[in-house]
């Protein structure tokens, strides 16, 4: 190939498509955790739950609805059919399932072959007292008691969960350092906040600012030190240039919010990449911090470190 595609070469390594899963009892989490990185990280979430009841409406009329469970087939096809169409689409998607209704780990593990390794799997658990709390807010919100019925459903599907999550592991580690395999006690969280910001933790990549001499050219050390050790490396005078000179919405948006300071020219030292007429000093801060974030999320892949230079101005 002429240019460096990762898509390419992800698939090279059997990762067709970029997804992670999420796996855990009733009650643990699931669903506000997937809303969480769809929110903050740009996933697009497959919920078999809902394809599954569009699945039903789909296969039934109003006069004749369509009675007893979903064929699994119809649900696969249908998530089949979205992971699918977003891949053509021509922009980068990501997908995290949400669970999964097969019947057995087995079924599940032989239909995601088709998309290759996930890039992660995170387990979410809760303790029971914060799962009985969960299900009579959503059952009985006036109750105090949750019922000896339900209380021995919660058992049971706490026993289920734990050999499931010890199946899906021993499959997962086999591909080493290509899944990241994650654990989430939503216990130990106070609010969605104090959860988005461990998710945050987990997923987002940190961040290490490259501050310099101007006498001293570090463009090619910094690209040696991506590449060693796979992290990205942004330059935030070069993303500014660049998108000024395209005039995409971005820059079109920093030109009119430009405001030219004196910067310090006497060292007398080269600019070939015009770093000083393009710096993030004569720019409105918060404007090109927005824009270095949603560069950081195009170009982040399974990097957890971002080199960022010539930020250190502002």
Same mark, same amino acid.
């Given at each position: 190939?002429?240019?460096?595609?990762?898509?390419?070469?992800?698939?090279?390594?059997?990762?067709?498509?970029?997804?992670?899963?999420?796996?855990?009892?009733?009650?643990?989490? /699931?669903?506000?955790? #997937?809303?969480?990185? !769809?929110?903050? =990280?740009?996933? *697009?979430?497959?919920?078999?739950?809902?394809? @599954?009841?569009?699945?039903?409406?789909?296969?039934?009329?109003?006069?004749?609805?369509?009675?007893?469970?979903?064929?699994?087939?119809?649900?696969?096809?249908?998530?089949?059919?979205?992971?699918?169409?977003?891949?053509?689409?021509?922009?980068?998607?990501?997908?995290?399932?949400?669970?999964?209704?097969?019947?057995?780990?087995?079924?599940?593990?032989?239909?995601?072959?088709?998309?290759?390794?996930?890039?992660?799997?995170?387990?979410?658990?809760?303790?029971?007292?914060?799962?009985?709390?969960?299900?009579?807010?959503?059952?009985?919100?006036?109750?105090?008691?949750?019922?000896?019925?339900?209380?021995?459903?919660? /058992?049971?599907?706490? #026993?289920?969960?734990? !050999?499931?999550? =010890?199946?899906? *592991?021993?499959?997962?580690?086999?591909?080493? @350092?290509?899944?990241?395999?994650?654990?989430?006690?939503?216990?130990?969280?106070?609010?969605?906040?104090?959860?988005?910001?461990?998710?945050?933790?987990?997923?987002?990549?940190?961040?290490?600012?490259?501050?310099?001499?101007?006498?001293?050219?570090?463009?090619?050390?910094?690209?040696?030190?991506?590449?060693?050790?796979?992290?990205?490396?942004?330059?935030?005078?070069?993303?500014?240039?660049?998108?000024?000179?395209?005039?995409?919405?971005?820059?079109?948006?920093?030109?009119?919010?430009?405001?030219?300071?004196?910067?310090?020219?006497?060292?007398?030292?080269?600019?070939?990449?015009?770093?000083?007429?393009?710096?993030?000093?004569?720019?409105?801060?918060?404007?090109?911090?927005?824009?270095?974030?949603?560069?950081?999320?195009?170009?982040?892949?399974?990097?957890?470190?971002?080199?960022?230079?010539?930020?250190?101005?502002?």
């Amino acid at each position: 190939m002429n240019e460096w595609s990762f898509q390419i070469f992800n698939e090279k390594l059997g990762n067709k498509i970029e997804y992670g899963l999420l796996s855990g009892k009733p009650f643990s989490g /699931k669903s506000t955790v #997937a809303k969480l990185l !769809a929110d903050t =990280q740009g996933y *697009t979430v497959v919920d078999m739950e809902k394809i @599954s009841e569009a699945a039903r409406a789909r296969l039934g009329t109003e006069d004749e609805p369509f009675e007893g469970d979903v064929p699994i087939a119809e649900v696969e096809a249908d998530v089949a059919a979205l992971i699918n169409a977003g891949q053509s689409s021509g922009k980068r998607v990501k997908f995290v399932f949400d669970g999964y209704l097969h019947t057995s780990e087995e079924a599940f593990l032989k239909f995601i072959e088709q998309f290759g390794v996930p890039e992660f799997v995170l387990f979410l658990t809760a303790e029971s007292a914060t799962i009985g709390q969960r299900w009579l807010a959503k059952n009985d919100p006036e109750g105090t008691e949750v019922p000896e019925d339900a209380l021995d459903q919660i /058992k049971a599907d706490s #026993a289920t969960n734990s !050999a499931r999550r =010890q199946q899906l *592991t021993a499959h997962f580690e086999q591909f080493g @350092s290509r899944v990241n395999i994650m654990h989430l006690n939503t216990s130990l969280v106070s609010s969605i906040e104090s959860t988005t910001k461990d998710l945050n933790n987990k997923f987002a990549p940190k961040v290490i600012l490259v501050n310099h001499e101007k006498s001293l050219p570090v463009d090619n050390t910094c690209s040696n030190l991506a590449i060693r050790y796979n992290m990205i490396y942004i330059s935030a005078y070069q993303v500014i240039k660049q998108n000024i000179q395209q005039k995409t919405p971005w820059g079109l948006k920093l030109q009119a919010n430009r405001r030219p300071k004196s910067i310090d020219s006497s060292l007398q030292v080269q600019d070939p990449f015009e770093e000083a007429e393009y710096s993030p000093v004569h720019y409105d801060l918060q404007c090109v911090m927005q824009l270095l974030k949603e560069t950081v999320a195009a170009k982040k892949t399974n990097q957890k470190f971002v080199l960022l230079e010539g930020l250190c101005n502002s």
